[in-house]
């Protein structure tokens, strides 16, 4: 079986002045990559910790990132990867839930910890040039390589154990079905708490590419975003739909612009067939593809290559072919998924793991909550089981209101977000991005809107107010904030 540092070991040696990781503003080799996580390894092995004890690491889209995951898994600890973007309360919650013996820091962070704290560039500037672990050390097999944290529906964030078996496999099938082996850029959109970024993370440092990082500053300044995204160089695309869709409100946005780029890997959310269209469009030379998998097996367990064929058949792109091994509906609909990529569970949860993660027929499968039919010899997606709603007594689906506004032809997006007083819900407001700039007012739009949705939903169904944006808010994983706007309608 693959072994993710063995491979990083064998491009450390074989090519040690390639660039490993890239932003605007900060480069590291391979070379560079393997000593300084051999001396973060060693710092951390000095520290006496359990094995397996888990090593938060604190930061965005930082080079040292990257070196202190690796410099984890040397000494035989997983990495819990923070985004800097997370709320301090969350970071305590997560750094008492994890049992963490070492927060390593990438930039400052100013709070009271129970814990060692330490700079990623203090340690590396104390460290002896002389320093390499045994492979014995490392993170092998069954045990825990990363955790990430994800939102709990209690609201106790919740920390999904991938170990170094899950992710040897989940690399392998990257490579086996998608065209990653010739040299290129690989572009890191998503933060490392989300766990998008392993998907352009460990395919390029295996497989000795360059993996080009844009930072949360160059995405807030679409001027820097253009011009780092023109000079990246960048082959293979990795990024959400929501992303992409933001990057096409840029006329410029197109293969001129970016002339290496063959392949668009889409995942973390529904891709939209405009989406694809317009992709198609700019970046003909470019293949897309359509992933689908939660945190809990590892990224993505599954993908279909988006073609005009597909395009022309069906009004919503499938996730997956019936002949996916790994996933299945259960009877009442739940797409459930099997196979070498499920999770070991969520750290310190057996309950909530028990639950997620049962035996059926002598398998473990993880159950997703997310809810597929079949069709045409494809599984699709329809939506959440715990994203329904009830107002007025009726029991809505969210995801089903939107479609049918995404669908209206002076509309480019929509989500909408249910209203609360005390605790009940009372309304649903629609916010939405109209393909063409306002010509008259809000108002008779609204009521132009209204009244084509009344053809496809009941009265009780449609929104009650329609607020119109530029853009939709995107949170910092890079997917519609949903809560941010759901935070506006408190307000």
């Given at each position: 079986?693959?072994?993710?540092?063995a491979?990083?070991?064998?491009?450390?040696?074989?090519q040690?002045q390639?660039?490993?990781y890239q932003t605007?503003?900060?480069?590291?080799?391979?070379?560079?990559l393997w000593h300084?996580s051999?001396c973060?390894?060693?710092?951390i092995s000095k520290?006496?910790l359990?094995?397996q004890?888990?090593?938060v690491v604190?930061?965005?889209?930082?080079?040292?990132?990257?070196v202190a995951?690796?410099?984890?898994?040397k000494?035989?600890?997983?990495?819990v990867?923070?985004?800097?973007?997370t709320?301090s309360e969350?970071?305590?919650?997560?750094?008492?839930?994890?049992?963490?013996?070492?927060l390593?820091t990438t930039?400052?962070?100013h709070?009271l910890?129970?814990?060692?704290?330490a700079?990623?560039?203090?340690?590396?500037e104390?460290?002896?040039?002389e320093?390499?672990?045994?492979?014995?050390?490392?993170?092998k097999?069954?045990e825990?390589y990363y955790?990430i944290?994800t939102s709990?529906s209690?609201g106790?964030?919740?920390?999904?154990?991938?170990?170094?078996?899950?992710?040897?496999?989940?690399?392998?099938?990257m490579?086996?079905h998608?065209?990653?082996?010739?040299?290129?850029?690989f572009?890191?959109?998503?933060?490392?708490s989300?766990?998008?970024?392993?998907?352009d993370?460990?395919?390029?440092l295996v497989?000795?590419?360059?993996l080009y990082?844009i930072t949360?500053?160059?995405i807030?300044?679409?001027?820097?975003?253009f011009?780092?995204?023109?000079?990246?160089?960048?082959?293979?695309w990795?990024?959400?739909?929501?992303?992409?869709?933001m990057?096409?409100?840029?006329?410029?946005w197109?293969?001129?612009l970016?002339?290496?780029l063959d392949t668009f890997?889409?995942c973390?959310?529904?891709l939209?067939?405009?989406?694809?269209k317009?992709?198609?469009?700019?970046?003909?030379q470019?293949?897309?593809?359509?992933?689908?998998?939660p945190?809990?097996?590892?990224?993505?367990?599954?993908y279909?290559?988006?073609?005009?064929e597909?395009?022309?058949r069906f009004?919503?792109?499938?996730?997956?072919?019936?002949?996916e091994?790994?996933?299945?509906?259960l009877e009442d609909?739940?797409?459930?998924?099997?196979?070498?990529?499920?999770?070991a569970?969520?750290?310190g949860?057996p309950e909530?793991?028990a639950?997620a993660?049962p035996?059926?027929a002598?398998?473990?499968?993880y159950?997703?909550g997310?809810?597929g039919y079949?069709?045409?010899g494809?599984i699709f997606f329809s939506g959440r089981?715990?994203?329904?709603?009830k107002?007025?007594?009726y029991?809505?689906?969210?995801?089903?209101?939107?479609?049918?506004i995404?669908?209206?032809p002076?509309?480019s997006?929509c989500?909408v977000?249910p209203v609360?007083?005390e605790?009940?819900?009372?309304a649903l407001n629609?916010h939405l991005?109209?393909?063409?700039?306002?010509?008259?007012?809000?108002?008779?739009?609204?009521?132009?809107?209204?009244a084509?949705?009344s053809?496809?939903?009941?009265a009780y169904?449609i929104?009650k107010?329609?607020?119109?944006?530029?853009?939709?808010p995107?949170?910092?994983?890079?997917?519609?904030?949903r809560?941010?706007?759901?935070?506006?309608e408190t307000v």
């Amino acid at each position: 079986m693959l072994s993710i540092l063995a491979a990083i070991e064998r491009v450390a040696i074989q090519q040690p002045q390639k660039t490993a990781y890239q932003t605007h503003n900060a480069s590291l080799t391979y070379g560079e990559l393997w000593h300084l996580s051999d001396c973060m390894a060693d710092y951390i092995s000095k520290l006496h910790l359990q094995r397996q004890q888990p090593i938060v690491v604190y930061g965005h889209m930082s080079p040292l990132q990257i070196v202190a995951f690796l410099g984890a898994v040397k000494a035989g600890h997983p990495y819990v990867p923070v985004d800097s973007s997370t709320p301090s309360e969350r970071i305590q919650l997560i750094l008492e839930a994890s049992g963490a013996g070492l927060l390593c820091t990438t930039e400052p962070l100013h709070m009271l910890t129970n814990i060692p704290v330490a700079a990623v560039s203090d340690i590396l500037e104390n460290s002896s040039s002389e320093v390499s672990l045994p492979s014995t050390a490392w993170v092998k097999n069954e045990e825990i390589y990363y955790i990430i944290y994800t939102s709990g529906s209690t609201g106790q964030p919740k920390g999904v154990q991938i170990t170094a078996t899950n992710l040897a496999h989940f690399v392998s099938w990257m490579q086996e079905h998608f065209p990653l082996q010739q040299d290129g850029v690989f572009l890191n959109q998503a933060p490392f708490s989300f766990d998008l970024s392993v998907m352009d993370l460990y395919p390029a440092l295996v497989g000795g590419h360059t993996l080009y990082a844009i930072t949360q500053q160059e995405i807030a300044n679409p001027r820097a975003l253009f011009d780092s995204l023109a000079s990246s160089n960048t082959r293979v695309w990795t990024s959400t739909p929501s992303f992409a869709k933001m990057c096409l409100m840029n006329k410029e946005w197109n293969q001129q612009l970016m002339p290496a780029l063959d392949t668009f890997l889409f995942c973390g959310e529904v891709l939209p067939i405009a989406v694809s269209k317009e992709l198609m469009e700019r970046f003909p030379q470019a293949t897309i593809y359509n992933l689908y998998g939660p945190t809990e097996t590892t990224v993505a367990v599954s993908y279909v290559k988006v073609t005009e064929e597909l395009i022309a058949r069906f009004e919503q792109l499938p996730i997956a072919p019936l002949t996916e091994t790994n996933i299945s509906l259960l009877e009442d609909g739940e797409i459930a998924i099997s196979g070498p990529t499920v999770s070991a569970g969520y750290l310190g949860a057996p309950e909530l793991t028990a639950k997620a993660f049962p035996t059926v027929a002598g398998n473990r499968i993880y159950r997703t909550g997310d809810v597929g039919y079949e069709r045409d010899g494809y599984i699709f997606f329809s939506g959440r089981k715990d994203f329904q709603v009830k107002l007025h007594g009726y029991r809505l689906e969210i995801e089903e209101i939107e479609k049918q506004i995404s669908n209206l032809p002076p509309v480019s997006s929509c989500v909408v977000v249910p209203v609360y007083k005390e605790k009940e819900i009372t309304a649903l407001n629609a916010h939405l991005v109209l393909r063409e700039p306002l010509k008259d007012s809000a108002f008779k739009m609204t009521k132009q809107l209204k009244a084509l949705l009344s053809e496809y939903l009941p009265a009780y169904m449609i929104p009650k107010t329609f607020k119109y944006m530029e853009a939709l808010p995107l949170n910092a994983n890079g997917k519609v904030d949903r809560k941010g706007l759901a935070v506006m309608e408190t307000v």
